[in-house]
């Protein structure tokens, strides 16, 4: 799934990484800038974006009761465009038909 920025123009992409036996993976290609990895289980909104090694922002719903909520915590300030707009598309590709 494509990201635009206001103008039209492509500033990201959001692919499913291969297939992982243990956890999911998904990867953020970001035109300007480097990629941005999501790991765990994003089908339970239980998941981290990570800039190579360090983590930078965790989804997540077990701070909420109610159901189909999640928090979306961002720890820079540079990601947070990208990361916002990449949780809205894992959520759309994660649970489509929904």
């Known amino acids: 799934m494509e990201i635009d920025d206001g103008d039209g123009h492509r ?11 243990l956890r999911e993976r998904w990867v953020v290609r970001i035109e300007e800038g480097p990629d941005l990895d999501i790991q765990d289980n994003v089908l339970d909104h239980e998941y ?14 077990k701070w909420f009761r109610i159901a189909d909520t999640y928090g979306v915590e961002v720890a820079s300030d540079q990601y947070r465009v990208f990361v916002l707009a990449t949780t809205v598309a894992v ?6 038909g929904r």
Do not use: N, Q, Y
């Open 48 to 61: 981290t974006f990570h800039d190579g090694r360090t983590p930078i922002a965790t989804v997540s719903k």
């Open 91 to 96: 959520d759309e590709m994660a649970h489509d």
């Open 11 to 21: 500033i990201a992409m959001v692919k499913k990484a291969l297939i992982d036996p």
